[in-house]
Structures are given as structure tokens and as C-alpha cells.
């Protein structure tokens, strides 16, 4: 059986009708398919072979077919071994790519069935796509090779990873707890510090994070060390301000056997040599006494330590990162901070955001703290609606993520329900001394000022002025408004207005304020 050319009358193109158009597309398509495949047949509804193409002729004597005569006729699992065809014909599901492997070879096979108008089975059509495809398909079993190889290795990096957490639980290692994918936020605030922070995993300098308390400045300590060259090494970690100042030099350089009374007898390392070939995170360095700057000064410039008590030099390689939620400048300016020690550690500074500068992250912020909230405490995760999220987000936030999660934890305490209403939020702010803001209030009040601010303006008849005289006076009036409400509290004004002290020094001098 051949089929015919398709043929149309001169002048006429394409069948007016829709009936006429799909059938001269069904054969052109049949056509497509006998002439550019290898090989194809037709087997009717009971799996009889009733028709094959010139091309799986050639495959006949391979499977021990003398003649065409002898493959028509004969079921279609007694010619060609292994078929699926006749699970083709009974779920009228098409295959539409498969390897078939037989005597005659490996082949990519389609196996489609066709039906008749009321869209019963009526047969199956088999087509040979490529036969010996590790030849014909050598650029494709390629390619998969590769991505089956990328994907073992990926696998075996995150097995052996999964393996060194578990050893480091279990043999009390140090290792970062944290990746920059746990910095949780798009905004671009939060984008940006995470942009910063990933250039600097890849130096070697100091890095020194500033921000406030609970904004995430010790989780991106680890995630640095984690995207560094030293994440294979120990991350150490030490919280200046939680340590008695008596303790803080044997803390860091350790202590030699018997170096004072009730000393033990073996050596006890300190965390300068804990840290070596990782990094050594000293949180709140702005809490460092004095006395022991100009010591940790020499520690990081000379690379040695001298252990309390002893008269050996002790050699280190770590990394450090520090930070504070101090405003160090100051420090510096007052004489509470050593200026050389303080630019010995701002090679890097990375400022990470408060939460008012990021408010876009509050949902995707209560999701993540909600599914850890449910996890800890063997509950549903707090569902929080469009207006309880809208009184988040207007919040100031003082303790940044870690006032959120406490309040969110509190909610969810008091709540007889998964469902986080906007008046108990409102509650738990109140109880916890601070008045919710709500978003209508805050844009009011800044009309409000604004407007009044204007109106002022406009009586005086001092808007035919420079712009830069205008913002300066606002500016000042602002902060002159932000002094007297707190009481000369500079600490307050800063926060109240949204900048830093050093900034707001700064403008004091500039406003001669």
C-alpha cells in the first residue's frame, strides 16, 4: 500500500471547508511522517498488521521476516518482539516517545492510536523516529549525560554537606548555621545588603555589619562565611556584651596551664585559635572594654596571640567579621573607641537595613517566622489577614525582625485559632507598650504636617526661594520638633526620624543646631 500525493485543482489552493481542510491535513501530516521517518506500520483494531512504508522493509530480515508478504497479516507481537503496541490499542493512550530494543536493534519509537469518527479505536500507527540513536542522538545523550553528571555531583555535595552537619552536631564542631537564602526578603533594601554581602564573602578583609538590634546581622555573618573560601573551616562566634569584662582576654586568647588559681591543668584554647582556617564573629564589638582594644588591635594586624599566661606566641588564620548595633563614629569622637582599632575593622562595612526600610518583606517575613513558630511548638502556622498584615507593615519597629517574631509569637499564644486578627495584634502592642499605628494614621499626620508646613510657608510668602533653603528649614524644624518631644534624647530623635546618629550629628552641625 503507497500513499498518493496530495494533489489540488490549479487555482483553487486550500478546501473551502473546514471538513475538506482537516483531511487534506491528516494526509499531509500521514505523508510527513512515511517520507522523514525511519520506518512505519498500521495494525488494526485486533493488532493485525495491515500496512508498512518502504522504510521498515529494510528492517524485515533483522527480524527474521523474509518477505512483506510474511509481515501482513501476522499479529503484531508475533513479528516485533517486545512491542507495546497492543497496550496501545486497549487504553487508546498514545506513546509518543519510547525505546523499543528488539533483534533488529534500538530504536525511539511513537506508537499512536487511531480512531474513527465517533472517536473509537479503530487502530494504531507505529513510526521508527531514529533507529540507532546512541549514533543519531549522540549530541542529545550527550548533553543528558552531562546534566546526569551535574546532578550526581550536586547530590553528592549535598550528602556529604548533610554529613558534615550531622558530624558537627554530634562532635560539637562549629559550622555556619546559615545561607544568604535565609536572609528572607525582596525588597530593595534587602536585595542590596545581600548583593553587598556576597561580594564580600569572596575577600578575605574584615567585615563590619552595622544596624540595629534583631535585624539579621549575625545570620549574615554565617551566610558569609558560609559563600566564602573558608566555609569548609570553623565559624566561631562570640557575643562581647554577654561575657564579664574579667573573662574576656582568657575568652579570646585562651589561658596556659596554671596561669592563676584554679586554672586547669591542660591548656585551654581561646577563640582567636578556635577560629583558625574559618572566621571569628565578634557580635556587639562596640561593647569591647577599652582595656582589651588595644590587644585585639595586635591580634588582627600581627595575626598572633599570647595566651593568658604564657609567654608562647600562638599563630592564627581566621577571618574576622564583626558587628554593632553602636554607632562607632561616635564611639570614635568620644574616645570610647579606639580610632585605629575601628579602621582596622571597617574595611567592608555592610549596613543592614532596619525593618521600616524594608516593609515590602513583612508578609514573606511572618510566613517564614510562622512556619518556624508551628514547628517549634507542634502547631498549625498563624494565618494573618490582608489587615492584620497592613498593621504590621505600619509599625516602626524598633526591634526590627526580633520584636516582629516576638510579637507574632504572642498572638499566636493568645489565639484560640490559626486565624491572626488585626485587633489582637493591636493588644499585643499595646501590652507590650507600644501603640499600633495604623497606615490611613500615619499618611493623615504627614498630610496634615505637610499641609500646615505649606500653609505656613505660603503666608510668609517664602516659597520664591531656593529649594535647598526650603528643605534645609523643614529639616530643621523637624529636628527641633524630634529634641523637644524626647527630651534632647538624640538616640530617640534618630530613631524617630529614620536616620542614624552619625547622620544626625552631622546635620546638627550642618543646621548649627
Not at 566564602?228 to 562581647?240: D, E, L, W, Y
Not at 494565618?383 to 498593621?391: T, V
Not at 499600633?436 to 504636617?449: H, Y
Request: glycine content about 8%; some cysteine; proline content about 5%.
Amino acid at each position: 500500500m503507497r500513499v498518493e500525493p496530495i494533489s489540488t485543482v490549479p487555482g483553487k489552493g486550500l478546501p473551502a471547508d473546514a471538513d475538506g481542510i482537516y483531511a487534506l491535513a491528516a494526509r499531509s501530516m500521514f505523508q510527513l511522517f512515511s517520507s522523514m521517518s525511519q520506518g512505519m506500520f498500521l495494525a488494526d483494531r485486533t493488532g493485525r498488521i495491515v500496512w508498512v512504508n518502504e522504510g521498515y522493509e529494510r528492517f524485515l530480515p533483522r527480524l527474521g521476516v523474509v518477505s512483506v508478504d510474511d509481515f501482513l497479516g501476522h499479529m503484531v507481537e508475533e513479528v516485533i518482539p517486545n512491542t507495546q503496541m497492543r497496550r496501545v490499542l486497549e487504553t487508546g493512550q498514545p506513546v509518543l516517545i519510547d525505546l523499543l530494543t528488539n533483534s533488529a536493534g534500538t530504536f525511539v519509537v511513537s506508537r499512536l492510536p487511531l480512531r474513527d469518527e465517533e472517536g473509537a479505536v479503530i487502530g494504531a500507527i507505529g513510526i521508527v523516529l531514529f533507529d540507532q540513536p546512541e549514533t543519531t542522538l549522540q549530541p542529545l545523550i550527550s548533553k543528558f549525560a552531562l546534566l546526569q553528571r551535574d546532578l550526581d555531583e550536586a547530590r553528592r555535595e549535598l550528602a556529604a554537606q548533610r554529613n558534615r552537619s550531622l558530624r558537627a552536631a554530634v562532635h560539637g564542631e562549629r559550622r555556619a548555621k546559615y545561607s544568604f537564602a535565609s536572609f528572607v526578603g525582596s525588597s530593595p533594601a534587602a536585595v542590596e545588603v545581600k548583593r553587598q554581602a556576597r561580594r564580600a564573602a569572596q575577600s578575605m578583609s574584615p567585615v563590619l555589619l552595622l544596624g540595629e538590634t534583631g535585624t539579621g546581622k549575625e545570620l549574615l555573618a554565617h551566610a558569609i562565611h558560609a559563600a566564602s573560601a573558608r566555609a569548609s573551616g570553623p565559624f566561631v562566634s562570640v557575643n562581647i556584651a554577654a561575657i564579664p569584662e574579667s573573662l574576656l582576654e582568657a575568652e579570646f586568647f585562651g589561658v596556659a596551664p596554671g596561669a592563676f588559681t584554679g586554672a586547669e591543668r591542660k591548656p585551654r584554647d581561646g577563640k582567636f585559635k578556635l577560629a583558625d582556617g574559618g572566621t571569628l564573629f565578634l557580635d556587639e564589638i562596640g561593647d569591647m572594654p577599652p582595656s582589651l582594644q588595644a590587644k585585639l588591635l595586635r591580634a588582627l594586624q600581627e595575626g598572633e596571640i599570647e595566651p593568658l599566661g604564657s609567654n608562647q606566641i600562638v599563630h592564627f588564620d581566621a577571618r574576622v567579621v564583626a558587628a554593632t548595633s553602636r554607632d562607632l563614629p561616635q564611639m570614635v569622637r568620644d574616645g570610647q573607641f579606639r580610632e585605629d582599632l575601628f579602621y582596622r575593622l571597617h574595611v567592608l562595612p555592610l549596613r543592614v537595613p532596619p525593618l521600616r526600610e524594608r516593609r515590602g518583606d513583612i508578609a514573606a517575613l511572618v510566613e517564614v517566622l510562622g512556619e518556624d513558630l508551628a514547628l517549634r511548638n507542634d502547631m498549625p502556622p498563624p494565618e494573618l489577614g490582608a489587615d492584620a498584615l497592613e498593621l504590621l507593615a505600619s509599625q516602626a519597629w524598633r526591634g526590627n525582625i526580633r520584636e516582629l517574631r516576638n510579637v507574632l509569637e504572642q498572638a499566636a499564644m493568645r489565639s484560640d485559632e490559626a486565624r491572626i486578627t488585626a485587633d489582637l495584634l493591636a493588644e499585643v502592642l499595646r501590652s507590650s507598650g507600644v501603640e499600633p499605628l495604623r497606615l490611613p494614621q500615619i499618611m493623615g499626620a504627614c498630610s496634615t504636617n505637610l499641609e500646615a508646613a505649606g500653609a505656613s510657608m505660603l503666608g510668609d510668602g517664602n516659597l520664591l526661594r531656593p529649594l535647598s533653603e526650603q528643605i534645609a528649614e523643614l529639616e530643621a524644624r523637624a529636628i527641633r520638633t524630634a529634641l523637644q518631644a524626647h527630651d534632647g534624647n538624640k538616640l530617640a530623635v534618630a530613631r524617630t526620624l529614620g536616620i542614624s546618629r552619625a547622620k544626625l550629628y552631622d546635620r546638627l552641625a550642618l543646621l548649627n543646631l
